[in-house]
């Protein structure tokens, strides 16, 4: 399915141009005016995909008139990787959304093109480890990995990543651990231990093993967020960002909690692909996409965290994407280049030592 940018929808917007672009300067203007065609972007699916449509390219679509964005939603990374390398040498795809293990993948198949700095300027307030293998793909977002617990039947919310070795939740926690979750997990585990991820991991599957028995789902259906939602476990390991907003927008039977422990965020990148024949357009995106701008607002609606460094978080916002003073003081980053060779390895043993035998 393609969400595309309706007719009416530019109906709604037509108004506001008329005052928008009367603030910009003429060689603003021009630019705006100048530039056509349409821009084909892929990226993550769900509560993702319509707040991005609605914060990002909505926006993006007032700015430049003469660009149309269409958006594909896409099952996971892998899925949006296998179509990027389908498409090779011929691509429908202009822009891709993926995570940052999986762009490491990519950008060893050569499947983007090497950001320009002169097109693309706001990559100059990506830090550096935002900026993979030469600017061909740039984080900007982040969502951590956190707890969810049912409002109705947890009363005192866990505060730690050790609660969940606690026996009070046994049978009662969902933990779909065999994808990016798990990756991320082990590390804060390891951390928690006293361990560092980059010599071992064994403290991390260590401690894995005793929250196990507490699991009664390792493949939560539909989701890590309805099992939740609809009571059938307490808790469960997911990520934050769609969980504040389904707090929000479906009666707070979901909540978060965000251990003081500090997490780690899923990263999730932005590239151009190789070959696009909308490239002046996709490069316009890029760097919208890229902004301060366009990152605060989407950091204050959906709760996930800025990569621009010029981007400053009201105290609320940044409790709610981090947690308390202490969590944000503890927040956690990986060596990405180094995970990406280790993803699989981490993968296989959780299914081997953990998830197969509990």
């Known amino acids: 399915m393609t969400i595309r ?50 914060f990002i390219i909505e926006p993006f679509e007032a700015k430049y008139p ?3 964005v269409t958006y594909r939603p896409s099952k996971n990374s892998a899925e949006t990787l296998a179509l990027l390398t ?35 300027p706001n990559i100059a307030d990506a830090p550096d480890w935002a900026r993979l293998d030469g600017d061909r793909a740039v984080a900007f977002s982040q969502d951590n990995l956190a707890i969810l617990y049912n409002t109705d039947n947890v009363k005192e919310p866990p505060t730690s990543w050790n609660d969940l070795t606690d026996p009070k939740y046994k049978g009662k926690i969902a933990a779909k651990l065999g994808d990016t979750r798990g990756v991320i997990l082990l590390p804060i585990l390891t951390k928690l231990k006293g ?13 894995l093993k005793e929250i196990a028995p507490n699991v009664s789902t390792w493949e939560p259906a539909p989701d890590c967020y309805a099992v939740v939602q609809s009571g059938e476990v307490d808790l469960s390991i997911c ?36 070959g696009s024949k909308n490239k002046e357009a996709a490069e316009l995106f890029v760097n919208y996409a890229l902004s ?67």
């Open 5 to 54: 940018t309706s007719i009416s929808r530019r109906a709604a917007v037509a108004s506001a141009l008329a005052i928008g672009l009367s603030l910009l300067s003429p060689a603003a203007m021009a630019q705006d005016t100048s530039v056509t065609g349409t821009v084909n972007v892929i990226g993550f699916s769900g509560v993702f995909a319509e707040n991005y449509e609605k």
């Open 66 to 68: 003469g660009i149309d």
């Open 86 to 120: 389908l498409q090779r040498g011929n691509p429908e795809i202009d822009v891709a959304l993926i995570d940052v293990s999986v762009a490491i993948k990519a950008n060893q198949e050569g499947l983007f093109a090497q950001l320009d700095p002169a097109k693309v």
């Open 195 to 207: 361990g560092d991820y980059k010599e071992s991991i064994d403290p991390g599957m260590e401690m």
């Open 239 to 274: 990520w934050n960002g769609r969980a504040q907003y389904l707090h929000d927008t479906q009666g707070g039977k979901i909540a978060v909690a965000l251990p003081k422990e500090g997490s780690i965020g899923q990263t999730n990148t932005i590239g151009l692909v190789e």
């Open 292 to 358: 301060a701008e366009a990152q605060a607002t989407f950091a204050e609606k959906s709760f996930y965290g800025p990569v621009n460094t010029k981007v400053e978080l009201p105290d609320e916002v940044a409790s709610r994407i981090y947690g308390s003073k202490e969590a944000q003081a503890a927040q956690m980053s990986l060596d990405w280049n180094f995970v990406a060779d280790q993803y699989s390895p981490w993968i296989q043993r959780i299914n081997r030592e953990v998830i197969a035998r509990y």
